[in-house]
């Protein structure tokens, strides 16, 4: 028998990451739109969600040797995936 509430925690997780790559993309919409040649962010290593959703919406990940974060790098102007 399949446990109900394990199924709503999936659903919603997925949801939730459903959300954040359509506020993210958005975001990427209008850093464009408003002339921005580029968008960094700085990710810890830890943060694999994150990394994840940076990569899907075409992000360059460099990883720090330093402080082993990563640096999160998308080049705008049409061509993103």
């Known amino acids: 028998m399949t ?4 199924q709503g925690r999936i659903h919603r997780r997925r949801n939730r990451r459903m959300v954040q790559f359509i506020q993210l993309e958005k975001c990427l919409s209008i850093a464009e739109k408003q002339g921005f ?9 830890e943060n694999r969600n994150m990394l994840a ?3 899907k919406l075409g992000f360059e990940i460099k990883r720090d040797a330093d402080s082993e974060d990563n640096e999160l790098v998308i080049h705008l102007g049409g061509n993103r995936p």
């Open 37 to 45: 040649e580029s968008v960094h962010g700085i990710v810890l290593h």
């Open 53 to 55: 959703l940076g990569k």
């Open 3 to 6: 446990n109900i509430f394990a």
